[in-house]
T-cell receptor, first 111, second 114 residues
Framework: GENVEQHPSTLSVQEGDSAVIKCTYS??????FPWYKQELGKGPQLIID?????GEKKDQRIAVTLNKTAKHFSLHITETQPEDSAVYFC??????????FGTGTSLTVIP | KAGVTQTPRYLIKTRGQQVTLSCSPI?????VSWYQQTPGQGLQFLFE???????NKGNFPGRFSGRQFSNSRSEMNVSTLELGDSALYLC?????????????FGPGTRLLVL
């Protein structure tokens, strides 16, 4: 099956700086890569996703890049704000219709 | 559109008991997946239901089971609870559960086994 690795596990940045979280996957058949944000006491919320026919996608301060050859994808958050503090999960979905999740990155934005 | 709802939100049980958790997907969504989330293991896939049939299953013991009703609502059951079953149980729904389709999560049910 698919194996998704996520780094770093914790990340602290100053408010206004950028944050980058990276994930790698093992199954070349994976074709959908969502990113979720989970705040304390809540379920994961989809923040951005990318499909395998696209290399980059942007939504305001959030962007995701995908390198299919290297089998890795990254989340970029620019101009970070304290409300961006949360745990972020990457995931990959292959033809088996099952999502495989990374182990999460705890992001802290220091005011 | 209302999001995915899960009931109850919190539950305390003792070892050996059984528990049933409920999930109502987003209106029109027919695929419902269940996950167990723990600090040590992260998000682990339990099973997926589509059109009242279990379509995918993760690596969990038979004590974990589920079902889906004709209105797409789903329940999961855990029998003979163990301390290690303490976790946040998340339900997620999508339209058809097909490849490259977005999945939306509910708030979860936090289960504590004493």
């Amino acid at each position: 099956g698919e194996n998704v690795e996520q780094h770093p596990s914790t990340l602290s940045v100053q408010e206004g700086d950028s944050a980058v979280i990276k994930c790698t996957y093992s199954d070349s058949a994976s074709n959908y890569f969502p990113w979720y944000k989970q705040e304390l006491g809540k379920g994961p919320q989809l923040i951005i996703d990318i499909r395998s026919n696209v290399g980059e996608k942007k939504d305001q301060r959030i962007a995701v890049t995908l390198n299919k050859t290297a089998k890795h994808f990254s989340l970029h958050i620019t101009e970070t704000q304290p409300e961006d503090s949360a745990v972020y999960f990457c995931a990959a979905k292959s033809t088996g219709n099952q999502f495989y999740f990374g182990t999460g990155t705890s992001l802290t934005v220091i005011p | 559109k209302a999001g995915v709802t899960q009931t109850p939100r919190y539950l305390i049980k003792t070892r050996g008991q059984q528990v049933t958790l409920s999930c109502s997907p987003i209106s029109g969504h027919r695929s419902v997946s269940w996950y167990q989330q723990t600090p040590g293991q992260g998000l682990q896939f339990l099973f997926e239901y589509f059109s009242e049939t279990q379509r995918n299953k993760g690596n969990f013991p038979g004590r974990f089971s589920g079902r889906q009703f004709s209105n797409s609502r789903s329940e999961m059951n855990v029998s003979t609870l163990e301390l290690g079953d303490s976790a946040l149980y998340l339900c997620a729904s999508s339209l058809e559960g097909n490849s490259a389709e977005t999945q939306y999560f509910g708030p979860g049910t936090r289960l504590l086994v004493l």
